[in-house]
């Protein structure tokens, strides 16, 4: 049985997904984020960073796991899924994973930021953060001109990307004009165990979510 510590967001969505699509028998645990649990101390025994999600294996002697990146590289390992054994097909999957820990999650997070709740609206920054987001939504594009998904069959690079990637009207940029990234995001809106991976620890309204961002976004 799996702990999982988490919070409706794209990181949250990544460790959730991951146990959904590998069938892992596991506990939804919500920190309210609102409330500042991530930041007590029975949390950060778990997570010294104060961020979700976070994971207990209790088969395994109650070993805790941290970083979105990392939980999924520990259940891949774990389960032998989703993560190619061959060395060269594994190094692969590893760098998408890299890419949007390193930087499609980032730059999203600041476009959010500056366009979604930022008192001020600061044009330049969320310009420059949008540009980024949508430069980094083109390298994925072009790089499945030619592939189904980001390495050869469905893995956790795909999962990392698209936990993210679902959520680019948030982030304020629109991929109307990628369609190979359109393509691959609706093969894997398609599939059950990842639109029920999204709805843990609760279900999010998108639609509306973001009709009632409009005028905040506008005024």
């Known amino acids: 049985m799996i702990e999982l510590y988490t919070a409706p ?7 959730s ?6 069938g892992l028998p596991y506990e939804a645990i919500l920190v ?6 991530q930041k007590k101390p029975e ?12 994971i207990v294996d209790k088969d395994n002697d109650d070993f805790a796991v941290f970083e979105s990146g990392a ?29 949007q820990m390193g930087g499609i999650g980032p730059m999203m997070g600041q476009a959010n930021v500056f366009f979604r709740y930022f008192p001020e609206k600061i044009q330049p920054a969320i310009d420059r953060y949008q540009n980024e987001v949508k430069r980094l939504f083109t390298v994925v594009d072009t ?9 050869d069959e469905y893995s956790i690079a795909d999962i990392a990307n698209w936990c993210w990637i679902r959520s680019h009207e948030w982030s304020g ?9 359109k393509r691959w995001k609706s093969l894997i809106d398609a599939r059950p165990a990842a639109r029920k991976g999204v709805d843990v620890p609760m279900p999010v309204d998108r639609e509306k ?11």
Request: negative net charge; contains cysteine.
């Open 17 to 22: 997904v991951t146990l959904e699509e590998m």
């Open 43 to 54: 949390f950060l025994k778990l997570c010294p960073n104060g961020r979700i999600p976070a």
């Open 143 to 151: 790089h499945l001109a030619d592939n189904e998904y980001l390495v």
């Open 32 to 37: 309210n984020l609102l409330e500042g649990e």
């Open 173 to 181: 940029v629109e991929i109307d004009d990628l369609p190979n990234l």
């Open 209 to 219: 979510l973001l009709e009632s961002a409009k005028n905040v976004v506008t005024r």
């Open 71 to 99: 939980i999924m590289l520990y259940l891949a390992e774990k389960t032998g899924q989703f993560l190619p054994s061959d060395v060269n097909k594994r190094s692969q999957v590893i760098q998408w994973l890299m890419f």
């Open 9 to 15: 967001t794209p990181n949250g969505w990544k460790a």
